[in-house]
């Protein structure tokens, strides 16, 4: 018993690490809070601070997800403390004790999470999210890939655990889309576009029509 409550408590302090606003600091010496979106996210900070900060960003964030989850699946701790020990990695990085409680949204923490439980439901969940990259916005792929995964995990028994996490996670990861919260009293557009669109306004398509010749 003791032993998963310290797990607990250490994949929420793990998740908590601020590696974005980190990384920001020491490179620029900038505070990530007040660039971009102003959040610690690793696309905050390959858009508005540089390319290899928010790789390594990313990077860094996922491996505090996978190390969440694979530190109770090494002791031997049941699924139960698995998936608590994932969604805490995640909610320490959306609320991090050392930011003052603010942070990202938790995906790049998540993803890591996921690839230590299923890396092939993981492949198959991103594959939404990536083609929305490409042709409109990574904020709507990633509500398909959640969509997708909750789908694929009612449907493949193999999937529940993983599908669990993703399931729960989601809670979080839109509450953060739609922070600052106190904003949003009677706006039912700036609701919609935050959830849908993870931005006050409807991003354009990426992919431009041809126009006739």
């Known amino acids: 018993m003791i032993e998963a409550v310290l797990v607990?408590?250490?994949?929420y302090i793990l998740?908590?690490?601020p590696f974005g606003y980190l990384i920001t600091k020491l490179s620029t010496k900038k505070n990530l809070l007040e660039i971009g979106w102003k959040k610690n996210s690793g696309s905050?900070?390959?858009k508005n601070v540089g390319k290899w900060q928010g790789v390594a960003t990313f990077l860094l964030d996922a491996s505090k997800g996978a190390l969440a989850v694979y530190v109770p699946m090494y002791l031997g701790l049941g699924t139960e403390i698995q998936i608590a020990c994932?969604?805490?990695a995640v909610i320490g990085h959306n609320w991090s004790i050392f930011l003052k409680f603010s942070g990202g949204r938790g995906l790049a923490t998540l993803v890591g999470a996921l690839s230590v439980i299923s890396p092939i439901y993981?492949?198959?969940i991103l594959?939404?999210?990536i083609i929305f990259t490409i042709i409109w916005t990574a904020s709507v792929g990633?509500?398909?890939s959640f969509l997708t995964g909750i789908i694929l995990s009612l449907s493949v028994e193999a999937y529940s655990l993983p599908g669990i996490i993703l399931f729960i996670a989601l809670i979080p990861v839109l509450i953060k889309r739609l922070s600052p919260i106190i904003e949003l009293q009677g706006k039912r557009e700036l609701i919609e576009n935050r959830l849908f669109f993870d931005q006050d306004t409807i991003p354009p398509l990426r992919i431009k029509r041809r126009k006739p010749l």
Request: glycine share 4%; net charge neutral; proline share 5%.
């Open 44 to 46: 905050n900070v390959y």
């Open 127 to 129: 594959i939404p999210c």
């Open 8 to 11: 607990l408590i250490f994949s």
């Open 86 to 88: 994932a969604i805490l």
């Open 142 to 144: 990633t509500l398909l």
């Open 122 to 124: 993981l492949a198959i």
């Open 15 to 17: 998740g908590s690490i």
